[in-house]
């Protein structure tokens, strides 16, 4: 068995990689090589990477990408977009292109509370936990005052606190459900300190509270919440059926079939995961773009697809006289300052490309996202196939990995532009040439 290593994090950058090669790549000169080549030459620069977390070794590129010509509410943005996966950026293009021609896209916010529980374990009578509560609630408030000051001044910070019985739920259980207006900042820190200091002063105000007795609440922990349903914004596009035409895909036929996509993934949950998977594929570009948290987008974006007890499409589709609709609806915690916005210099580009947006301005940019990659997605599998265009993006991958040239390249674009693309296919293809 490998031998475990103690103090890791105390070792330099340098002792980190020696040690690693040693124990994993038999000191192999190349794996210090490749983790290497990924250091920026900027020291400034590698040494706010080194700094983001901890035990850092080397940089991980992804592509930053851009899709132009998205027009929301009437104002024309180029996107960033941070994602490998070959096709997605050309899709969002394309589909951005297609509703420019047909008046864009349209976005409303609709609320931007978020929320953050103080769990509380108690087995006493709640009437005394309530009483309690009401008697303590200006001081809970009130010892947040510093905390909250600056969000305060700004317009925004705790909203409410509510006492939850949720002893149905579970033998015992209580919380302190509070909610937040978070502004232009996605909140997590500041939610989690005034929760941590609302629990510790509740804490310290039930051991002085006399009506408890020797049955004291107990505080099991305090975070914010990632399910946002009161965080939320719509974003939709709309035009005329005879607009719609695709291919040799007449309007109506196409939003009819479109229209049964958008169905087929309501009712069935393995298709609706797959379809918002899809959705994702654009809002997750954008939200790592922009430096947001992708993961806590991620769980709180799917939860509210399960909303309703049943996992099921987070976009819409509707005919009606005579005109197509396609919509979606997404909770969207996002922040334009703090946390890397202001430090990773891509973030801070992003930021700027997209004109500088406020946490909403950029809640509507990232929700159209989503729902332009939906359309691609749909209108993709209900004509052509979603092979076809995927294969085509995927064909530079499997150049590369075949290490062809510059010109071996060109020619199997060229080729390829009216031929299959198949990882055999582009296999075949350049052995031809090289034979
Ligand atoms: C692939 O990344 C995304 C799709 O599977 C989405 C969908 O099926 O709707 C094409």
Redesign the pocket.
């Known amino acids: 068995m490998d031998v475990p290593v103690s103090g890791f994090s105390k070792k330099s950058k340098q002792e980190k990689i020696e040690w690693l090669a040693n124990a994993y790549f038999g000191d192999d000169p190349e794996a210090i090589n490749t983790l290497r080549k990924y250091w920026n030459s900027d020291t400034r620069l590698q040494e706010l990477h080194d700094d983001f977390t901890e035990n850092v070794i080397s940089n991980y590129y992804l592509p930053f990408s851009v899709a132009p010509n998205f027009l929301i509410n009437d104002t024309l943005y180029t996107i960033p977009m941070v994602i490998e ?1 070959s ?2 950026v050309a899709a969002a293009s394309n589909a951005a292109k297609f509703w420019l021609e047909r008046g864009g896209f349209n976005a409303e916010v609709i609320s931007t509370v978020k929320t953050g529980q103080i769990h509380i374990d108690y087995f006493g009578n709640g009437e005394v936990l309530n009483a309690f509560f009401s008697e303590v609630k200006n001081e809970l408030i009130d010892s947040i005052a510093d905390i909250q000051k600056n969000m305060k001044a700004r317009g925004g910070g705790l909203i409410d606190i509510e006492l939850k019985d949720a002893t149905s739920q579970l033998n015992g259980y209580y919380e302190l459900h509070c909610t937040f207006e978070t502004l232009d900042a996605m909140g997590a820190n500041f939610i989690n300190s005034c929760l941590e200091k609302i629990a510790a002063t509740f804490e310290t105000a039930a051991l002085k509270y006399d009506g408890f007795n020797t049955t004291l609440p107990k505080i099991v922990l305090s975070i914010l919440s990632n399910y946002v349903p009161e965080c939320v914004v719509r974003a939709w596009v709309g035009c005329p059926l005879e607009s719609l035409s695709y291919g040799n895909t007449q309007g109506k036929e196409f939003a009819e079939n479109f229209v049964r ?1 958008i169905d087929i ?1 309501k009712a069935e949950v393995r ?1 609706a995961v ?6 994702m ?1 654009g809002i997750d570009a954008v939200v790592l773009a922009t430096g947001n948290d992708f993961r806590a987008v991620e769980a709180g974006v799917h939860a509210y697809a399960a909303k309703s007890g049943r996992y099921t499409s987070l976009t819409e589709a509707v005919i009606e006289n005579n005109s197509f609709t396609f919509s979606i609806e997404v909770p969207l915690a996002l922040g334009t300052v703090g946390g890397l916005t202001s430090l990773h210099p891509l973030v801070k580009f992003a930021l700027q490309l997209l004109r500088k947006p406020s946490a909403k301005e950029l809640m509507k940019i990232v929700a159209v996202a989503g729902l332009a ?2 359309f691609a ?2 209108r ?2 209900v004509t052509t196939g ?1 092979q076809q265009g ?1 294969m085509k993006m995927h064909l530079m991958n499997i150049l590369n990995q075949l290490q062809a040239t510059s010109e071996e390249k060109e020619k199997a674009i060229e080729y390829f532009t009216n031929n299959t693309v198949s990882h055999s296919a582009a296999v075949e293809f350049i052995e031809k040439l090289r034979a």
């Open positions: 996966e096709s997605v996509a993934a298709r797959t379809h918002n998977k899809g959705i594929n990659q939906n997605a749909i993709s599998l979603i995927h």
